[in-house]
């Protein structure tokens, strides 16, 4: 991501769990189940403990169902309003845990 300081960008990230994510056509509602949306300098590590990454809570898409472009029934969405921090290049990645942040699975475009 090409970064102007303070511009604002709606970034939304999926996830997909059988019995989890597949109980209906909106996000489904999962104790333990935390989104986050990170930020760091790009070609830099999400996973490294010393990475320099920003991470935000994101939140459930509440507009995500059949409507929806691109929608998938099987995944979830959820979603933040990232604010550029600084002029420059920044990697994005999002992280879901499903034992409330005590462990996560790091996840990019792929």
């Given at each position: ?104 699975t790091v996840c990019d475009t792929g």
């Amino acid at each position: 991501m090409r970064a102007i300081e303070g511009a604002e960008l709606v970034v939304y990230g999926r996830v997909l769990e059988a019995g989890v994510t597949d109980q209906s056509d909106a996000v489904d509602a999962v104790d333990g189940l935390v989104a986050e949306l990170g930020y760091g300098a790009r070609d830099s590590d999400p996973e490294a403990v010393e990475g320099g990454w920003t991470w935000i809570a994101a939140a459930a898409n509440a507009a995500w169902g059949p409507d929806s472009e691109a929608f998938e029934a099987d995944w979830d969405e959820y979603q933040v309003t990232l604010t550029a921090p600084a002029p420059g290049d920044w990697d994005l990645a999002y992280r879901f845990s499903r034992d409330g942040g005590e462990t996560w699975t790091v996840c990019d475009t792929g």
